[in-house]
């Protein structure tokens, strides 16, 4: 069985500050990988993901992220964060294929909360 | 529509009661999933239609809860006997699956319910 963490509950970071928001993740099996993104009072909207090739992926809104299969990683980045970047951020991961157990996993979400 | 849409945005309703919530996926997405996002908490899967197939109810937390799906599109989540630990935002998403398993999911923007 797959599982995710993101060890940071809540991420306060300045303006125009870089930001990087982990996680971690579990799997006996190749993984596809995904951030998502959810705005206040929104439903959730995918920032970016990994399924194969360049371990660094780029997303929506300057966000990237890198694949480390050596420590089980896919940790979040942007260089500058904006006000308008303040959300919650949830990792995700699923096996490749369709079954009954390839559904995507999530992880409980960073808060990320930027001060001007 | 141009998105997956759920009604009602917002539930309240009083203990015992039972509550239907509905979800509207894009147009011509095979996949359809229910999760539950309760306050300070990740994302709880619940229930996961693909096609025709038998849906995959693994994450239904109790026999108070059921969902169906009729004709392939529009996806019903019934609670009935509603607790107080209910209340929650109950989030649809849909996606085109190929069977790989790397296609986004499309979010909604979620019904909040209240049980009182």
């Known amino acids: 069985a797959q599982s995710v963490t993101q060890l940071d509950s809540q991420v306060p970071v300045f303006e125009e500050a870089p930001v990087e928001l982990r996680c971690n993740y579990s799997s006996s099996v190749s993984v596809y990988l995904f951030w998502y993104v959810q705005y206040p009072n929104q439903g959730l909207q995918l920032l970016l993901k990994y399924l194969s090739g360049s371990t660094l992926v780029k997303g929506i809104n300057g966000f990237e992220a890198e694949f480390n299969k050596s420590q089980t990683s896919f940790h979040l980045r942007k260089p500058s964060v904006h006000i308008s970047d303040t959300a919650e951020y949830f990792c995700?991961?699923?096996?490749?294929?369709?079954?009954?157990?390839?559904?995507?996993?999530f992880g409980s979400g960073t808060r990320l909360s930027i001060r001007p | 529509g141009a998105g997956v849409s759920q009604s009602p945005s917002n539930k309240v309703t009083e203990k015992g009661k039972d509550v239907e919530l509905r979800c509207d996926p894009i147009?011509?997405?095979?996949?359809l999933y229910w999760y539950r996002q309760s306050l300070g908490q990740g994302l709880e899967f619940l229930i996961y239609?693909?096609?025709?197939?038998?849906?995959?109810k693994s994450g239904l937390p109790s026999d108070r809860f059921s969902a169906e799906r009729t004709g392939g599109s529009v996806s019903t989540l019934t609670i009935q006997r509603t607790q107080q630990e209910d209340s929650a935002v109950y989030l649809c998403a849909s996606s085109f699956d190929s069977g790989q398993g790397n296609n986004e999911q499309f979010f909604g923007p979620g019904t909040r319910l209240t049980v009182l």
């Open positions: 147009s011509g997405h095979t996949a």
């Open positions: 239609f693909q096609g025709n197939s038998a849906p995959d």
């Open positions: 995700a991961v699923r096996t490749p294929g369709y079954s009954s157990a390839s559904k995507i996993i």
